[in-house]
């Protein structure tokens, strides 16, 4: 059954997102091409941007209340790896004409509900047609104390390094979601693959934690952890043995249908990887139980360079390609 | 001749987009997955987001060095209708793997160019993979002092409307490109459209002019003149007798290969149109004059609705479809 025919793009601004921005006062309803953003006195603003295709980033079944809230989820991330506070986002909406008007309802309806739950507000946007698949961007605007942004140059020799939260489920649900075989049971299968289709940004760690640098986990742990060691000129060493697993790929690790370097290398857990001097470890593990957010050690900051893995002997592990590409 | 093969995202952020970011500290040397934007103190940030989509908004064959330069303008023709200054931008890429180095980096080559020009610079962004058309996405910041803004909400009752420029080329230079005859001779077709393909924002009169409202046309200047009415809540009044027309579109008119609803209708000549009050006529002509842009008295906001053009004997003109729509 086809659904109802989609308004012109001025309708579709009113009926659908200036009551997304009715609270923004920057966001001047949305009647003008470009939004105002005053950060509070004292602060400095974050962007962030990412764009998620249709094939790529998600699927055409894939319900549009998720898609919307895992495109603003995955902008969240970057700001949650900045110690930012969300405050406001831009949309750029690239959709074919055949995308009918129910599609762009559900989708307008997970932003609102995210919207609420992360306290930010649509500031501005741009609707264009395409030919090809829906291409779904976002500009993510946060604020952050200047100094304290959670640089991924700001790591140091001998820092400890630290993981929330656990690490797999992504890199498991994506096997789920193509149909691949994990040996688990259903509802482990199920757990995995919400997982994947919708992140948990952690922002209240971000904000909390006294950390040096940070950066979310979308190409896999490894390679995330990478890019502070280069932006850093650093190199770091974690312990596979202390990487805080999830339980679905603990579980499967037991029955060998995913190895340690899937998971270590797997994206789109979403944690936050972040490093503090060791004198610090206290003081982070209040800022983590304060938020409610498991943070575990895994290593340390090198001299050097890249990411060494080792094993519980402290032997080296290979680890195979370095990281998920989106690209 | 195939070009080189495109390289991974991070070489290709390191090598062509990273000398993009060299001047803005906040771009963290594009290592981060966001940047940091601190307005000058005393000013707020203005934000704006266009995309642009292959065979939609460009053709395959265009210059990416001319395409790169087209979606910087258009966004910066949104920050000139605020009377904003330029301060930096963000890019969301979104491109076919068959895409080639060549093509990329003469589209880097593009926005270096116009970066210079415009006084702005590369802050962050993001770079993805479809199976469609390039879909290319560029958040414009600038900064204006609070209060300042051009906002299409601000008309009043009486205002006289001015126009930048001539109108008309963008619309002459679409037909031109289509292999419409226009009757016009070659160069004056060759100059049509240059302009189309190349807008040139009006920044300098944006930000010099005692303006109340503005907006730039983008939809055609009836249309954009629609958006002032309906945010300011009144109507508006155009003798089409005054509204300055390009030489071509003159000539054009005159041969009779386009209507003059063509012109008042047709999109793209990224001309402003604003409103001041009617005693700062002399300071919007010195405005005017200081950055040495053509500004023309064209009609006065009116209470009511709409926008009514009228023939030199003042009687109502019949002007057909609002606007283009690119969506």
């Given at each position: 059954m086809p659904g109802r025919p989609r308004p012109g793009e001025f309708e579709l601004i009113r009926e659908l997102f200036a009551p997304l921005a009715?609270?923004?006062?920057?966001?001047?309803?949305?009647?003008?091409?470009a939004a105002l953003i005053a950060p509070r006195p004292g602060f400095e603003l974050v962007t962030a941007i990412d764009t998620i295709v249709e094939g790529v980033h998600?699927?055409?079944?894939?319900p549009p209340f998720d898609v919307a809230r895992k495109l603003m989820r995955v902008n969240l991330s970057d700001l949650a790896a900045m110690g930012a506070r969300p405050r406001a986002y831009l949309l750029g909406l690239v959709v074919p004409d055949a995308l009918d008007f129910d599609w762009l309802r559900d989708f307008a309806r997970g932003l609102a509900s995210d919207q609420v739950r992360f306290g930010m507000t649509l500031a501005g946007g741009d609707t264009t047609a395409t030919t090809g698949p829906p291409c779904l961007s976002l500009t993510a605007i946060g604020e952050v104390e200047p100094g304290r942004a959670l640089l991924r140059s700001n790591a140091a020799p001998g820092e400890h390094i630290y993981v929330s939260g656990a690490i797999g489920d992504a890199a498991l649900g994506l096997r789920v979601l193509r149909g691949?075989?994990?040996?688990?049971?259903e509802d482990a299968c199920e757990a995995a693959a919400v997982r994947y289709r919708l992140p948990e940004p952690r922002l209240s760690l971000g904000m909390a934690v006294p950390a040096s640098a940070a950066v979310d986990v979308s190409d896999g742990l490894v390679a995330d952890l990478g890019h502070i060691c280069v932006a850093s000129g650093l190199g770091a060493r974690i312990e596979a043995a202390r990487v805080p697993l999830s339980g679905p790929a603990r579980a499967a690790l037991e029955l060998g249908t995913v190895g340690i370097a899937d998971v270590l290398t797997g994206?789109?857990?979403y944690e936050l990887v972040f490093t503090a001097p060791a004198d610090r470890g206290n003081a982070v593990r209040e800022a983590a139980a304060r938020v409610r957010v498991p943070v575990t050690r895994i290593g340390a900051m090198t001299e050097g360079e890249g990411v060494s893995v080792v094993d519980e002997a402290g032997a080296a592990m290979e680890i195979g390609r370095a990281g998920y590409a989106h690209f």
């Open positions: 009715a609270d923004e006062p920057g966001a001047l309803g949305l009647l003008d091409d998600f699927l055409p079944a894939d691949e075989d994990t040996g688990l049971p994206g789109d857990d």
